[in-house]
């Protein structure tokens, strides 16, 4: 999901705005108005609040990193996986940082490779996250099943959008109607539904990684807490991504229904 954002903010914004307030009216015209600079607020707040969120999760993941625990995030993801009866679940480990997910097409948890090996709380915490989504995979987890449904209809949406988005609003700056922009508009949309889609996702696999780990007895009071903390900023920056997905939703709406109003 950041990686769609990222790439609707580098693709979208510097060369279609640029050429679309270069070629609207300063004064009286919809370039420049109220509404535009409320999106534009919104984008830049939830620009902000992502910066923190993400400082927030990458501090306590790295506090965490250095706190000492009796179990790999491996060994920690082959107990909780045999507990829960998943013994068709494979556990790998996947190059990189923050690489960690599972894939259910081929009923594997990937663990990154600091998080596969080192004993640490972060370690644990995020491989029970992980293997929080296997279950979810194996109960058919309503919102899980949701948004794997969604992926192919997101991939095209956001790449598709783009290209229709962009055509619709240099339309719109030479004065054209804004329907094929509205259109864009609906497929960028597809990936605003998916990151909300993946917030009842992400909380709940946190919710049973941490039951889980209190009910076996695999943590203490203490690492528990510090589990809690840092699978919390985790899941904060899925809002993060959500948050910025609307703004920029929100931001396109202002811009053509200030564009539907004066081609009036």
Not at 155 to 172: E, M
Request: proline share 3%; aromatic share 8%; hydrophobic share 50%.
């Amino acid at each position: 999901m950041l990686t769609i954002m990222s790439d609707l903010f580098s693709v979208i914004i510097p060369d279609t705005l640029a050429y679309y307030y270069s070629n609207t009216p300063t004064q009286g015209g919809y370039g420049y108005s109220s509404l535009t600079f409320l999106g534009l607020g919104l984008i830049l707040l939830a620009a902000l609040a992502g910066s923190i969120i993400r400082n927030k999760m990458m501090a306590a993941m790295q506090e965490y990193s250095a706190q000492p625990a009796p179990f790999s995030g491996a060994e920690i993801a082959a107990k909780m996986l045999a507990d829960n009866g998943l013994n068709n679940v494979r556990i790998t480990h996947t190059p990189g940082e923050l690489t960690d997910h599972y894939n259910p097409a081929n009923h594997s948890v990937n663990l990154s490779e600091s998080v596969y090996a080192e004993r640490t709380v972060a370690a644990m915490a995020v491989a029970a996250h992980e293997c929080g989504h296997a279950i979810q995979h194996a109960q058919a987890y309503p919102w899980l099943s949701m948004r794997s449904q969604l992926v192919p209809i997101v991939n095209l949406g956001s790449r598709l959008g783009q290209i229709v988005l962009t055509i619709g609003l240099i339309l719109v700056a030479a004065g054209g109607g804004t329907t094929i922009a509205w259109v864009g508009l609906l497929l960028f949309a597809t990936t605003t539904v998916f990151a909300l889609v993946t917030l009842p996702v992400e909380f709940d696999a946190s919710r049973r990684a941490l039951a889980w780990m209190q009910r076996s007895g695999v943590a203490d009071r203490t690492m528990h807490g510090q589990a809690g903390t840092a699978l919390k900023w985790a899941a904060m920056t899925y809002v993060a991504a959500a948050l910025s997905s609307i703004a920029m939703l929100v931001y396109y709406i202002f811009i053509l229904l200030n564009s539907s109003r004066d081609n009036r």
